[in-house]
């Protein structure tokens, strides 16, 4: 669903008029009307047709500027009306463009059309930033269907996990159907390494992306980005304490990413977007205020924000993170829970959590990401 932009920003009041009137006002000026109805009247806010200016968007251009401006643009997950608010909101403040995405559990959780509509109103509600509706990990061409026809204007395929002929003929298919619909499609070769894959140091080599591999699959399956496995993972444990490294500090320090293959992967894919999973950075602080208020997350690990500044220079145009911002939600709420143990209402305790994920996807959008003030 791409909606026709809009321009006259500020909400103009009117007194008591019928919404045949009104109706009759919009279609005189050709306009688009958002209406609130008040006890008496309401305000209007005017959109003008053809201004092209925003909505749901691909993340064609998106990626595009990214790449050439050596950003990324951040992929956060929704599943719920707080996230969602949460991250439009510090990207509307910090002025940048924004991926929502969905995944399975995201679905089966809130249900498609609750997910749609909440993103629609943020739309409404940012119309000077680009955003995009993503679905994360579809892992077939129904699921796919869905949601290129439920109003997604991106879809991932996941076929990683077969083999590299049946990836291609999973990918090329959902492409065909996507680019019909004037949908973007991401694809993904090689699998994110998880901590099981990882003990096992063979295993852990096979799931890296072949970069020999590319350009063969981009070219069969006609996608328009790549998810690639470097070294990220999905979770909040990414690596075991024994793969990190002790600072002088005495804070455990991941391995670093596999540059080499990132390179390698871009330099035989020119100008093509590449895409990170399991980009979470894992906030220390938040483990601490989890484990702080009865929470139980050992050695939780994740990805250090210099690599995925580093990786975002490069040619990352979208970088996922999903658990940090379910970390700063429940740490919000465990110590709430704590601090306010007679507390029930539940906007007392959603509301300091969605202003802490706010606050950190303002962080990932200014430090990390870099594509504050992009939009
Ligand atoms: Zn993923």
New binding site residues.
């Given amino acids: 669903m791409i909606f026709h932009i809009f321009l006259e920003r500020k909400w103009n009041t009117f007194g008591v008029l019928s919404k045949y009137k009104l109706k009759k006002i919009i279609e005189n000026r050709k306009l688009y009307g958002i209406i609130k109805y008040g006890n008496i009247g309401g305000m209007i806010r005017f959109i003008k047709k053809g201004t092209i200016k925003m909505a749901l968007v691909t993340t064609t251009e998106m990626f595009k500027k990214a790449y050439d401006g050596g950003y990324a643009i951040g992929a956060f997950n929704v599943n719920n009306m707080e996230i969602v608010q949460a991250i439009t909101e510090a990207c509307r403040e910090e002025n940048a463009p924004v991926i929502l995405q969905v995944s399975k559990g995201a679905r089966a959780y809130a249900n498609h059309t609750y997910l749609v509509k909440l993103v629609e109103a943020a739309v409404l509600e940012c119309p000077d930033i680009p955003v995009a509706l993503h679905l994360?990990?579809g892992d077939s061409f129904e699921t796919c269907k869905s949601c290129i026809d439920g109003g997604f204007t991106s879809v991932?395929i996941?076929a990683s996990s077969k083999s590299f002929e049946e990836n291609i003929e999973i990918t090329r298919k959902v492409v065909e159907y996507a680019h019909d619909h004037g949908v973007v499609v991401e694809a993904e070769l090689g699998s994110?390494a998880g901590i099981e894959d990882e003990v096992n140091v063979s295993a852990e080599a096979a799931s890296y992306t072949r970069p020999e591999e590319v350009e063969e699959f981009v070219a069969k399956t006609g996608c328009d980005s790549l998810?690639i496995a470097i070294g990220t993972s999905?979770g909040a444990y990414k690596f075991t304490p024994e793969q990190c490294t002790v600072n002088e500090q005495g804070i455990l320090v991941p391995p670093a990413l596999r540059f080499d293959v990132l390179e390698e992967v871009t330099r035989r894919l020119p100008g093509f977007p590449i895409v990170l999973?399991?980009s979470s950075s894992v906030p220390q602080d938040y483990v601490k205020m989890v484990n702080a208020n009865g929470g139980k997350m050992p050695n939780a690990i994740g990805v250090p924000e210099e690599q995925l500044r580093k990786a975002a220079a490069l040619s990352v145009c979208k970088i996922?993170i999903?658990s940090d911002l379910r970390l700063a939600m429940t740490g919000t709420i465990r110590k709430f829970f704590n601090d306010e143990p007679s507390k029930f209402d539940p906007r007392e305790y959603l509301k300091p959590a969605r202003a802490n994920i706010k606050e950190l996807v303002r962080h990932k959008l200014v430090n990390v990401l870099g594509c504050a003030g992009k939009a």
């Fill in positions: 994360d990990h991932m996941d994110l998810a999905h999973h399991g996922n999903d």
